[in-house]
């Protein structure tokens, strides 16, 4: 299970990479796992609003379609374009070249209901995989 | 509700598995005090007075009465009704088919292992009411023509987050009841906009367009059969972000622009007329279409087609992982059904008539309405509507009440006709008259002497 340090995590198994004002928010490697072969992603509008822990994208998959909840409340800056034609780069590259969306970040002291990744880590441990 | 009760305190029933216990959790949950006090928004005059049935009778007994039941019903009129269900020709072979062992369920086909046969007939069935709504992506179909038009509005809620939905006064207004009842307890603003000389009114659509509407649901040709192109209305929706729904008749897609050529965003209309019979509450078959883009929008299955791990064709469903029993209440809709018997049918129906039988079973159709109009519009008294052209159907009107003229004719062995009194206030001597294929020029003239005689002797 790849968890890579310098992140911020949720329990429902997103990622948020600050740097200063702004985010970039994708799935973590224990999703993707889950979820399979990522068949479609619905990426919302960009220059809308998303409240922390509220659903930002819904993320489609052999098995399921799930929703994609914002670790972070802000506004939505950019969507990453290349998953409409190529939405298996969550399952390739989830911490990279498949993030979903970028944020500007609206209030910094919600991190304090973020994991990070040591703390991700035991948490998906206790989840027995 | 005693006897119900009655069975639930005895605790343990062969039809209700729930224990006096259970029972009692779930009316705790929902904060009822007891059965009587959950059922207490239904009337008492709704409720049944008694559960004292009688004695069981045998099948002899029960099939005997029945059929005296049944004896009661005019079924050897001759069918000048319409009203969204028209008397087509269904060719032998729709029935042969379609009573096969392997096909005869109503229900969809999970297991694509063991359905291929019903899952490459589904296909079939989309792909023809693509073709014949000249859409690009078409669902295994919906419970009817009036279901699917509020599946319709729902989803040009989806697409556009609005809530206004503009309605067409000449849509059906049966359809208009179901898409009432449906969405009685949301939020969704309708508005109604009367027709003008029986098409629908531009000025009035284009006062009522703006950003905050979803959707204009239209059909063609309306309830009063007038044939319209909608071209116009749907640039001027699009213009706003509205989408554009538009019910269609799919016999007269035949002969008329579609609603695709017409630039409508989503397609439906019962499929009644493509292989099923006339029958009091059906079943009968709803279709949908829409544009690719609105994929991901659309209710109900969809079936696709693939390759196996031999690289064969095959069939299978897709988009399940939008419907309910995936996404409990965040599904695209709560529809989770077909009615592939129906679709099978409308398949079968399409691909024996073929391109070129559709288009001449239409033209007969409009053939056979023009003549009629011709022989009606003498009767002394009568006039035809003529202010836009028609397909198969036609408003008359009556020197007198229409439902009296009705019961009349049925004397004379007709179906003459539905009275529009029914749904429109205004309208009390109207009545609208279908002739389809099946009308010889004999039962033609034959209604057209009986009305007369009915009205002036």
């Known amino acids: 299970m790849n968890i890579p340090q310098g992140l911020l995590f949720t329990k429902e198994h997103e990622w948020i990479k600050i740097d200063s004002d702004k985010g970039i928010i994708g799935i973590t490697d224990y999703a993707q796992r889950a979820l ?3 068949t479609f992603v619905e990426l919302p509008k960009v220059a809308g609003h998303v409240r922390q822990f509220q659903g930002l994208a819904t993320i489609e998959s052999v098995k399921a379609a799930s929703d994609i909840f914002s670790p972070l409340s802000g506004e939505i800056i950019e969507v990453n374009t290349k998953l409409e034609n190529n939405p298996a780069l969550v399952n390739q590259s989830c911490y990279s070249d498949g993030w979903i969306t970028k944020i500007k970040i609206k209030d910094l002291s919600e991190k304090k209901d973020l994991l990070d990744s040591a703390a991700y880590k035991k948490y998906v441990d206790g989840l027995g995989v | 509700m005693r006897l119900i009760k009655n069975t639930w305190t005895d605790s343990v029933s062969d039809y209700i598995a729930n224990t006096e216990k259970d029972v009692r959790l779930m009316l705790e949950a929902i904060g009822a005090k007891s059965i009587e006090d959950l059922f207490s928004d239904i009337k008492p005059e709704n409720k049944p007075r008694s559960f004292n049935l009688p004695e069981g009778r045998s099948e002899f007994e029960v099939m005997r009465h029945l059929k005296n039941l049944s004896a009661k019903n005019a079924t050897d009129l001759v069918c000048f009704v319409g009203a969204g269900f028209y008397d087509h020709y269904i060719p032998s072979v729709v029935d042969h088919l379609a009573n096969r062992a392997e096909f005869y369920t109503a229900y969809t086909p999970y297991q694509p292992e063991c359905s291929q046969g019903t899952l490459q007939a589904i296909y079939e069935y989309q792909s023809a009411i ?4 000249g859409m690009e992506i078409a669902n295994a179909s919906l419970y009817d023509g009036g279901t699917a038009l509020y599946e319709a509005l729902m989803m040009a809620r ?9 309605v067409d006064d000449a849509v059906s207004p049966i359809y208009r009841t179901i898409i009432y009842s449906y969405t009685k307890n949301l939020d969704i603003e309708f508005v109604e906009v009367p027709v003008q000389h029986g098409q629908s009114d531009r000025a009035a ?6 950003d905050k509407v979803a959707c204009i649901i239209l059909q063609n040709p309306n309830f009063f059969g007038a044939i319209d192109d909608h071209s116009d209305i749907a640039s001027d929706a699009h213009r706003v972000g509205a989408l554009v729904v538009e019910s269609a008749y799919p016999i007269s897609l035949g002969l008329l622009k579609t609603p695709g050529e017409m630039g409508a965003d989503i397609a ?25 883009e609105f994929a991901r929008k659309m209710p109900g299955r969809v079936v696709g087609e693939t390759v196996d791990a031999n690289n ?10 939008r419907e309910q029993h995936i996404r409990r209440e965040k599904a695209t809709s709560n529809i989770c059904s077909n009615e592939a018997l129906c679709a099978l049918r409308a398949a079968i129906y399409l691909s024996c008539v073929g391109k070129e039988g559709l288009v001449q079973v239409a033209r007969l159709n409009y053939e056979k309405a023009e003549f009629a109009k011709s022989l009606i519009g003498k009767i002394k008294g009568v006039s035809v509507k003529q202010s836009s052209p028609t397909f198969n159907e036609f408003t008359v009107v009556l020197p007198r009440d229409p439902k009296e003229v009705i019961a009349a004719m049925i004397e004379k062995g007709f179906a003459a006709g539905f009275p529009l009194t029914r749904y429109y206030k205004n309208m009390e001597n109207y009545m609208i008259v279908a002739v389809t294929e099946k009308r010889t020029k004999e039962e033609i003239v034959r209604y057209t002497q009986s009305l007369e005689s009915v009205l002036w002797n």
């Open chain 1, 36 to 38: 399979g072969d990522v």
């Open chain 2, 130 to 133: 693509c073709r014949l709504t």
């Open chain 2, 158 to 166: 989806r697409v556009t987050g609005r809530n206004r939905v503009l």
């Open chain 2, 205 to 210: 659509i284009k006062k009522h367009l703006d």
């Open chain 2, 268 to 292: 439906t209309g019962e499929g009644q007329s493509l292989g099923l019979p006339l029958s009091f509450g059906g079943p009968y078959l709803g279709f949908m279409s829409t544009k690719r």
């Open chain 2, 312 to 321: 064969r064709t095959g069939y299978c469903l897709t988009l399940q992982t």
